[in-house]
Antibody, heavy 114, light 112 residues
Framework: EVQLVESGGGLVQPGGSLRLSCSDSGFTFSSHAMHWVRQAPGKGLEGVSAVSSDGDYTYYLDSVEGRFTISRDNSKNTVYLQMNSLTAEDTAVYYC???????WGQGTTVTVSS | DVVMVQSPLSLPVTLGQPASISCTSSQSLVHSDGNTYLSWFQHRPGQSPRRLLYKVSNRDSGVPDRFSGSGSGTDFTLKISRVEAEDVGVYYCMENTYWPYTFGQGTELEIK
């Protein structure tokens, strides 16, 4: 069974940076697009970023464009989300999700606060 | 961009009674390969979201058969034939016909 395990969340001051990682224990990582989805307190699910299976195509939510960078290393079965210039509005649980949504990680909490 | 609209946003249901959630997309979700990539997710409190159905009506492994999906083009429905206590949570539709994907706003199911 595929397991997605996120890491890298934590408490950071406004303007700071964090790098989230998601490792996939499955055997088909390189054949799937990967996504980062977040849920802010009291809000619904929101797609933040996505990367195609080969890394050639990326997507960013308008509010994170220019601040977040998604990347993947298919040799390590890992996808990353580099988050810079963080604001309070980025506070959320961040989930790593595989292509069609069949597998979700456990989530990692990002709190942006002074 | 595709917009996904769910209704209702809040759904109080009596145990054992049926429940239905609607999801409407701003564009047809029929892909050029002929498939319709519309999924439903359940998000229970304190847990990660879980996919229940994919390509409109296909149940994921382990999903009870009281959950069913239907629809085509732009209009889709999730039905629960008899609501159980464990069904409490927020339900989302999601399309991934168009790169990358779009979620609906979510429907919160609660027990009356």
């Amino acid at each position: 069974e595929v397991q997605l395990v996120e890491s890298g969340g934590g408490l950071v001051q406004p303007g700071g940076s964090l790098r989230l990682s998601c490792s996939d224990s499955g055997f088909t990582f390189s054949s799937h697009a990967m996504h980062w989805v977040r849920q802010a307190p009291g809000k619904g699910l929101e797609g933040v970023s996505a990367v195609s299976s080969d890394g050639d195509y990326t997507y960013y939510l308008d509010s994170v464009e220019g601040r977040f960078t998604i990347s993947r290393d298919n040799s390590k079965n890992t996808v990353y989300l580099q988050m810079n210039s963080l604001t309070a509005e980025d506070t959320a649980v961040y989930y790593c999700v595989n292509g069609g949504g069949s597998n979700w990680g456990q989530g990692t909490t990002v709190t942006v606060s002074s | 961009d595709v917009v996904m609209v769910q209704s209702p946003l809040s759904l109080p249901v009596t145990l054992g009674q049926p429940a239905s959630i609607s999801c409407t997309s701003s564009q047809s979700l029929v892909h050029s390969d002929g498939n319709t990539y519309l999924s439903w997710f359940q998000h229970r409190p304190g847990q990660s979201p879980r996919r229940l159905l994919y390509k409109v009506s296909n149940r994921d492994s382990g999903v009870p058969d009281r959950f069913s999906g239907s629809g085509s083009g732009t209009d889709f429905t999730l039905k629960i034939s008899r609501v159980e206590a464990e069904d409490v949570g927020v339900y989302y539709c999601m399309e991934n016909t168009y790169w990358p994907y779009t979620f609906g706003q979510g429907t919160e199911l609660e027990i009356k």
